[in-house]
């Protein structure tokens, strides 16, 4: 018996959960959140009849004082004396379930049991449903047709954890890839007086489950109708805890990797958890020791209440006193005259330390400053070392870009011949299949016709009933053709969904470029609002900003707590001199032209806040308005630089962009060549140069970016978008108007081309959609033909009897067959024709498929390798900034330092002042200075002084009150301290009487261990001697193990038997199996699912173990076997309450699987 566990824990035993070891009920910690309802567990019993006992009824025990817990060994010595006696009882009780259930039918559960699973996507399947029967239901199939998915679909749709199947981590893994989502769906039986809400769910509970790659998941449980009834998990877990069924027992669903480790693998410790966890023993252990938990915290309470106790006779005996107290009132005032006095000197002391403080703080201040100076030095060097390695990644990512650009033309180019080859092929292999098609029919045809022909020469000399078997002749041939008939509308009808492909094709390809043709009339109108507006010579500059910034400049002009007044947006502050780069030069800004400057970081913080406000978010600069001279580091003067381009009319904005952008060294050459072999010139002519930035050869908005490499000195180039908003910079009203105006017509130029393309695929659409049209056409003449094949076949049947064979009848159908011969030699010419046309276009498609996968993968390498860059690139330019943003902030607060140290100086003064004042405002209230005691503040005897006038005008109240009226005061404290005492009595029984109740409930569910264990044993044993094996169950539940002994041969005089490690492979498989069982009879879930049990059998064992498990299955009245196996069931003898479930490997393109039961 396991060991009773005290009302406290031990401290060593919590560690022990869901280790190596089971934990037995004092050491188990449970981990369920508190809001939910506690699961009662129950085990199966049978002393006479079937029962489930649940523990949750029985009284709770726990003893009061000293703690003792019986000995572990003890809880041994106690299973062994009462084995012989329980193994008796149980021997009986099985016998009498075996008598029985010889002459009892076993029947369906009226709820609880699984009636279909629905899968969608889920790992191999793209959609299966699969019907089971209420009793015995046995799953086959190949290897990899996806029978464990059954399991596994209704372990995770009821609830259970993706890892608890042994299939995959997470939901994610089990959706079938290439898809995004994943439905399970779960029906369940809910009939009978016992059904789970029947007004809600009706006959049948669906418990839907579904999920995606993005990881959303969620339940959806439906009545026998479909229709939502709810949406909650909770909902879910109170449905499964009703039915009982123990989706997360490992011995209830026994998974193939469960059933593998079980049946082959598993050690004794290991049959020892199945055994405790598939009993529900380990769970109603867990549900003890959090009884005692509670207990424990009932326990805490009591110290509680004791405090509480306590308490209120310290009020009492306060009362108490209060009513004889009576203190010098007198003695109070003299007091209080002294602290008055103290308190004067003591302000001044207190002041005179201010003046230490100010001191020490001074020196503070100076050590900050001299250290803020060295941080931004160091700040400046490591700004200069995050730009150079920012550079370099930069330039990595525009090479990137740049390779991308031909790749993408060239798998552009290669996709569109691919398709084209595509159509021609799938032209090719209609056109073969017709031809063959007709070849096929002209064969049949030829054979009629010789039939019939011979048939008439042997009737021909046949005078009686001649003319009856000719129109029966041609009652046959024109079935024959009615079925050609009906055969060429089927054939013609299977090439309709090609046609159709072909049109959605078609139809995506003129949606594809009529997208092209908008964007592109999109922009033109972009550029000729921009040119309306230059020529109007009005607008409002802030529509090419964000749609709040009024609301932001307002709010920047109401705030009164900026030090300095923000400027922005930048944009606002910057002419462009040359509005042919105002494209270029827009793109390359990015943010920055919509950026604020600011001088502090308490402006920055403000104006962020006042950003947050508005919801106008931008940029924010830390800056100096002090203009930053770079004439020193400028490039030579015969050159265009971004800088010189511009005119700027704030100093804090010149200066970001100098920083940000690297304006000054950025040179701008409008010939893409010459700007190229100027980077690839001498050092000489390119000093001080970092960046050149060069127009398009075609396209004047659009332009190239020309850098150099850091480190190798390589020349490398990428391309620049168009800027596609209205421009931020300000620009001279002419140049700008004709800029435009240029950008414009080549715009209109690309709109022609692309409405050229667009009209192109409109046309293919359109032959597409006749083709459609053409062979509904074909299908309407070919039912028109059925139709008349089919009214011959009438009429013939109908003058059958009336006709007489017609002369001449065979030379006719000899000239039908040379006719057909002829017609069948020119179709097979022109079938070989055809055949050769497709084998050349698969040739060349299989050529044109390499090709594009191999541009797909270096495609696929150069981006992996710009994501790469990118990332590296603004990590990099992250840095860079925060690196300026110290610098910024480390001068910042050395202004700031400084002016915080004159301030304290002059502070200093001023409490020197005031000390004076202070000691003759003292002197006047007592001449002598009084001598503070240590630790004695103003405060802490202004304290004193208050507590004292209280205390004494305390005094003065009580002692004006009568002699009554205290012993009244008095009396009720004593009345609410005698209630507090006989509460806490009455809650400390009732804590007892809790611990008493759970002791009682311990020593019943060692009890119930006890039977269980007992009877797991009796069944065992006869379970092996179905096959006449003999053998034993031996379960030590002080060390935690569970081993089997077994012998398979009977007459042998050794009863121990042969441990299972020296039995074969079939024996040890047989012997599990029977284990399993036993162990199955103990338990009281109404389903139990097993998963390749037989995967380690010969033969003889797989047929004696499929019959042993389907006959206990038949003695679990009621229960519902679910059963893999991939072996074929032609041996099992079969009975009307078992379903064999047949899955096929899945197809491609299969929607639903077939079965055969």
Known sequence: MAPLWPHKRARADTDAVFGDDIPDPRSFIASTDRSKRPRHSTVHTEDGDDSDVSFASADLAHPRNGDTTVPANLDALDDDRYQEADDLQATQAVARQMERNKHQKNSAAENGIIEEIRCTNFMCHEQLTVTLGPLINFIIGHNGSGKSAVLTALTLCLGGKATATNRGQNLKSFIKEGRDFCTLSVKIKNQGTSAFKPESYGKSIVVERHFNRAGHSGFKLKDVNGKIVSTKKAELEDIIDAFALQIDNPMNVLTQDMARQFLSDSTGKDKFKFFMKGTQL??????????????????????????????????????????????????????ETQYKYMMGWAMVGEEEQKVDEYDAEIERVANIIQDKHKEADEASTRYERAHESWLAVDARVRECQQALVPLQEQKDMLKGQFDANKDSLIQKQADERGIMELIRAKEKTIRNIKAEIQEHRRRQADADGGRQAQKVQELENAKLAAQMAKDDLSQHQEKLPDLERELRQREEEYQKRSGYVHNKQEEIRTIQTTIRRIQQGHGNWMSAYHQNLPNLLRAIDGEKGFQEPPVGPMGRYVQILKPEWSSILEKQSGQSLSAFVVTSKADSNLLLALMRRVNCTSPIYIGNSRPIDTTPHEPNATVDTWLRVLKFTNDLVRNQMIINQGIDQTVLIPDRQTAWDFMNGPPAERKNVRHCFAMHDKYQKQGHAIMIKAGTGAVNMEPIQAWTKEYRMQAEKES?????????????????????????????????????????????????????????????????????PVAGEIERLEEDLAEQIRKKGLDTGQFEDVVNDRDRINEDQRKLKRELEEVERLFQEVQEEQTKAEIKSNKLRGKREDAL???????????????????????????????????????????????????????????KLQRLIKDREQSERELGGSQEELLAKASEAKISLNHAKAEFRSLDKTAQQLKISLDDRGRRWQKFRRHIASRARIT?????????????????????????????????????????????????????????????????????????????????????????????????????YILITPQAMGNVPLEEDVKIIKMRDPERGQTTLQFNN
């Open 736 to 804: 700008q108007l004709n800029a435009e105006k240029a950008s414009l017509e080549l715009l209109q130029q690309e709109l022609r081309d692309l409405q050229d393309i667009a009209k192109d695929c409109k046309n293919r659409c359109h032959r597409a959609d006749q083709a459609i049209k053409s062979h509904s056409q074909q299908t309407r003449q070919l039912r028109l033909e059925q139709q008349r094949t089919q009214e011959a076949v009438d009429r013939l049947e109908e003058e059958l009897n009336d006709v007489t």
């Open 282 to 335: 380990e769970t109603l252990s867990g549900d003890y020791f959090m009884l005692g938990q509670n207990i424990d915290v009932m326990e805490s309470k009591l110290k509680t209440r004791e405090e509480d106790v306590r308490t209120l006779k310290k009020l009492y005996e306060e009362a108490k006193k209060k009513a004889t107290r009576a203190l010098s009132i007198e003695t109070m005032r003299q007091k």
């Open 885 to 943: 943003q110290q610098k910024n902030q480390c001068l910042e607060d050395v202004s700031a330092a400084e002016m915080e140290r004159t301030e304290l100086e002059r502070m200093r003064e001023e409490q020197l002042q005031a000390i004076e004042e202070l000691k003759e405002q003292a002197r006047s209230i007592c001449s002598e200075r009084m001598e503070i005691l240590r630790g004695e503040t103003f405060k802490s005897i202004e304290k």
């Open 1020 to 1120: 065992f044993g006869y379970l092996l001697s179905e096959r006449a094996f003999r053998g034993q169950l031996v379960i030590d539940q002080l060390a935690k193990n569970l081993e089997i002994h077994v012998e398979p041969d009977i007459t042998r005089a050794n009863a121990d038997g042969r441990q299972a490690k020296t039995l074969s492979g079939g024996e040890k498989s047989f012997s599990t199996i029977c284990l399993l069982l036993a162990l199955w009879d103990a338990m009281g879930s109404p389903i139990r699912c097993l998963d390749e049990f037989d995967v380690f059998m010969d033969n003889v064992n797989r047929d004696i173990s499929m019959k042993m498990m389907i006959g206990a299955a038949r003695r679990a009245v009621g229960r519902q």
